[in-house]
């Protein structure tokens, strides 16, 4: 594992863009794109990475023409029956956080199951952040301990950083280290919000269906190099919330 790499999260941006450069259609695109996923999640393992992170479709990304998110959809249960396998096999753990009510019944299905599937694996940790949106996890999160407050069940002194942590859809994920977004644009586009408060960012200009393994190295050596400070003196140790296996 590099050096205090823990956890990295990918914004994989950028199949579009590729696609159209490529002049093929979009969804061409981001098959491409589960073609890196699929590449780069390997090679995370490879670098026994333990949490890898990605954005696979924002909670905003429903705005997009009906034909292409139809076709996300297919994709995302394609993937999910048929190259999860491989990456299970691999002994990958499969998580997907976000909402799951708009998806439809098989694909609901179909991520239950592969969660199931491959709950005992002990390698890397794969979460697909699918109809997530930072803001609204945080929304959502803060009303849950309203609601307790109001019902008794919790005190306002009881509120701190742990308990709103454990609210939120990533609560079994520790925080992250690394940022990796592609496709050249430099903001994180309401991703893990809370989660990302001391990441270090790295933005590669390659369009996500071109991203690979060595760019990936880039990243991470670059990472390496940096001295991370928490808000503190340089010589500070940041003791990061790893996650108990019980509720991972």
């Not at 997907?96 to 969660?115: C, K």
């Not at 945080?138 to 919790?154: C, D, F, K, P």
């Not at 071109?210 to 940041?238: M, P």
């Amino acid at each position: 594992m590099p050096k205090n790499l823990h956890h990295l999260a990918i914004i994989m941006d950028g199949n579009r863009r590729w696609a159209h450069a490529h002049g093929f259609e979009v969804l061409k695109g981001h098959h491409q794109g589960a073609d890196t996923l699929e590449a780069i999640s390997r090679a995370a393992l490879d670098q026994k990475i333990e949490w890898l992170t990605v954005f696979a479709f924002s909670s905003e990304n429903w705005r997009r023409p009906a034909a292409e998110v139809n076709g996300l959809m297919v994709l995302m249960k394609r993937f999910i029956l048929t190259r999860s396998k491989e990456l299970i096999d691999n002994n990958i753990r499969l998580r997907i956080i976000g909402r799951r009510d708009r998806f439809s019944d098989d694909l609901r299905d179909a991520i239950i199951d592969v969660e199931k599937s491959s709950a005992m694996n002990t390698g890397l940790n794969l979460t697909f952040a699918l109809d997530y949106g930072g803001r609204q996890d945080l929304t959502a999160a803060a009303a849950q301990i309203a609601y307790e407050v109001e019902s008794g069940l919790l005190k306002a002194n009881q509120v701190n950083d742990d308990l709103l942590k454990s609210r939120l859809s990533t609560r079994v994920l520790p925080p992250v280290d690394l940022l990796i977004r592609t496709g050249g644009e430099q903001r994180i586009s309401n991703f893990l919000l809370w989660d990302l408060s001391y990441a270090e960012l790295h933005f590669s200009d390659r369009y996500w269906p071109e991203f690979t393994a060595q760019d990936l190295a880039v990243a991470i050596s670059d990472y390496t190099k940096r001295e991370r400070r928490f808000g503190g003196d340089s010589g500070e140790i940041h003791q990061l919330h790893m996650v108990k296996s019980d509720l991972a």
